[in-house]
């Protein structure tokens, strides 16, 4: 009653991810036993109910959006054949589309991740549509208008949710629209700026958009003075201050000693699953190319090129070097990143020295 009386124009109600009416649906949490527990007409009771008593006091006129896990991806949970049956009886009793998503957030089938292919949970929603005669939305790393588009003509749903890549990219309906899919910062699903800040009480942030959430604070606007600007480093970190530069109307140059773009990323994008990071490092060259910026790979630095080139602003984005501990024999090691850029083989018995990310 409070979002209609606000001018809303549909409520969604959230029955996935172990929320409350998923713990009536689900085998797993509803250990009840009476008329809304046990069998699974009992278990969808409590939904029908809510549903109905919204629909009388609403009106049938005004849409209700149901979100649904279409497997729970949990050892004895509800599966697609039992979430089929729910949405049946749900869009009888007034349900006007589903939203159909995966899992709870104890799963331990990766849902939201990198290493999840691009759109393989569409499958989910085209379970539901078959069973029902309301629109579906799909969703779940959904990244590109194309892979959206493909899964709208594949009759796998009639709409496509879009959620993290909007905060990685807010004009990213707008770049789509104008057929501008190149221009389309990415979103990596590394769920470190969205995902983890919220589920640590933080605000929303985002890895690949340092805009997010600072919108008033971290404004791009044009410079009062064009200045000549020097970049030292083709990493992420150079990348995305050119970029930054050039849209403020500077005249700005990278220098990277290495023959291409990219720093870290193009060791990170090699291990299984990370695939992503190479998306956004072909956003990044794609971007600062399309600005103008003049890019000069292979090139050592030194000081006096510096000075030869008189810039106004030097930004030293050059990266890192791996730390090298202090134990006995390990001249003997090779480092992670020889072995992620295939400059060494390993040998059947390994020994990793050090438990972070690389």
Known sequence: QRAKSAGFD???LRASAGTLIAQFFSPLTNVRKDQYGGSLVNRMRFGLELVSRIKNLLGHDFPIIFR?????????????QEAAEFCKSLEKSGVDAFDVTGGWHETRVPQLTMQV??????YLAYGIKEVVNVPVVACNRITVPSLAEEIIRNGLADLVGLGRVLIADPD?????RSNREVEIRPCVACNQG????????HPARCLVNPEAGLEMVRRVEKAQVNKKVLIVGGGPGGMQSALVAAERGHQVTIWE???????????ASRAPGRLEWESLRQYLVSANASRGVQIQTRKETTASDIIRASP????VACGASPRIPNIKG?????????????????????????????
């Open 172 to 176: 990213w309906p707008a770049k789509a």
């Open 312 to 315: 106004d602003v030097v930004i």
């Open 257 to 267: 000693q290495s023959d291409v773009l990219g720093g870290q990323m193009n060791l």
């Open 117 to 122: 292919p691009r759109g393989t949970m569409a």
């Open 330 to 358: 390990v001249e003997y090691a090779v480092q992670s990143w020889d072995v992620l850029s295939d400059q060494v083989q390993v040998g059947k018995s390994v020994v990793i020295i050090g438990a972070g990310a690389t």
């Open 10 to 12: 549909a409520i969604e």
């Open 194 to 201: 969205c995902m983890d800040a919220i589920f640590s009480g």
């Open 68 to 80: 649904i896990s279409g497997n729970e991806f949990l050892p004895g949970g509800n599966t697609i």
